[in-house]
């Protein structure tokens, strides 16, 4: 017994040097946060506290390469840049083309690696298999006859779930009118905060979180939150020539209306609740693929606006629509991904904000 107990302490020992030894050096932590667990930083203030890991110089400073930067913002004290303005003002590192856009090339732990159809698919599968937050079967029943779309939904029960109240509260926060100017408030942004805690807690996210990393899509969890906020929630124009008006968020799972359509629209738990509010008009069904989730396309009114195709998942938790749609967004840009339900064909299509610097979703949904 004792001898056992020798050995248990010393696996428990060499467990902890091992995890100590990881925590003092940078790969994978350049820009962290403050973390007062950790016995060395890896950020701007390391320099002046004099506390920075031992490779923190090589690791987070090497100006000359894009390891770890594709779609960083202008750095002034870096000699090239890795996003994709570079190629207009000439200042691209030297392996920008082969690290931050051929999505192929594994010699560099932190740049993208090419996502196979195959692998789509079964993140996609994954992400819905472990989604704790997508409705029961009996929680959503659609009508039979066509005069609304839903029959019945469980919302008392949803509501209890913030998958659905934090989601719920983000969708006043926004004017669906395109052309005109958006802002949020302070509150409006501590809800997306608020929003983005929760969901990054969730197994959906999580697992997503995985995928990405071992991709090289994401070197941490600060950068993977900023990933999804830069995506989502960052405002932008949607005309060149507009004010600010518009976000992945708002475009995909709120919609929005222009002179006399609607566009984007791509959530049926906004859907339902406009519907229930009475500003929305279910138009007729046009088709569905019978998968696990289930994908259905509509036609809508929206405030007298029509929309004659609307597609959207059936049943699934917000975080699942936004997993599905970043992964897609991030691996097949301005084209269709090919993802397959159980065997059946529902591609997204994914387009970006191409009039402004740096990848953020200009709309993402199922096409059928």
């Given amino acids: 017994m004792g001898t056992l107990r020798r050995h248990v302490s010393l696996i428990l020992l060499s467990m902890l040097i091992n995890a100590s030894a990881n925590e003092d050096f940078c790969d994978g932590r350049c820009g962290d946060s403050l973390d007062r667990t950790r016995s060395c930083q890896c950020n701007s203030a390391c320099q002046r506290y004099g506390d920075c890991c031992e490779d923190y110089v090589d690791c987070c400073l090497v100006s000359d390469f894009c390891n770890g930067r594709c779609g960083a913002y202008i750095d002034g004290t870096r000699s090239c840049q890795c996003n994709s ?31 196979t159809d195959d692998e789509l698919s079964q993140l996609a599968e994954e992400l819905y298999d472990v989604d704790s937050n997508k409705a029961a079967s009996s929680d959503v029943i659609l009508e039979d006859l066509g005069v609304q779309l839903f029959n019945y939904v469980n919302e008392a ?7 659905y109240s934090l989601f719920l509260s983000l969708l006043d926060n926004y004017n669906p009118y395109t052309g005109q100017l958006e802002t949020l408030s302070s509150d409006e942004l501590s809800e997306i905060d608020q929003y983005l805690d929760y969901i990054l807690t969730t197994p959906v996210m999580v697992t997503l979180k995985t995928f990405l990393k071992q991709k090289g899509y994401a070197s941490s969890d600060s950068a993977y939150r900023g990933l999804l906020d830069d995506l989502w929630f960052q405002l932008y124009p949607r005309s060149s020539f507009g004010p600010v008006d518009s976000s992945g968020f708002e475009h995909v799972m709120v919609g929005e209306l222009k002179t006399s359509s609607v566009t984007g629209f791509h959530n049926w738990f906004r859907f339902y609740q406009l519907e229930k509010a009475g500003s929305l008009t279910y138009k007729g069904f046009r088709s569905s693929v019978q998968t696990s989730p289930q994908v259905l396309k509509v036609r809508l009114e929206w405030f007298g606006k029509s929309k004659p195709q609307s597609s959207f998942f059936l049943g699934t938790s917000p975080e699942y629509d936004m997993a599905v749609y ?22 997204i299509q994914t387009y970006d904000v191409a009039h402004k610097s740096g990848l953020q979703i200009a709309t993402s949904y199922s096409v059928i």
């Fill in 85 to 115: 303005a570079c190629q207009r003002y000439n200042n691209c590192c030297e392996d920008y083309v082969e690290c931050c856009l051929s999505a192929c090339n594994i010699e560099y732990r932190h740049c993208p690696v090419l996502i």
């Fill in 157 to 163: 029960s949803l509501l209890q779930n913030p998958s």
């Fill in 326 to 347: 970043t992964v897609c967004a991030l691996a097949r840009t301005n084209s269709r991904c090919p993802i397959k339900l159980a065997g059946k064909s529902v591609p």
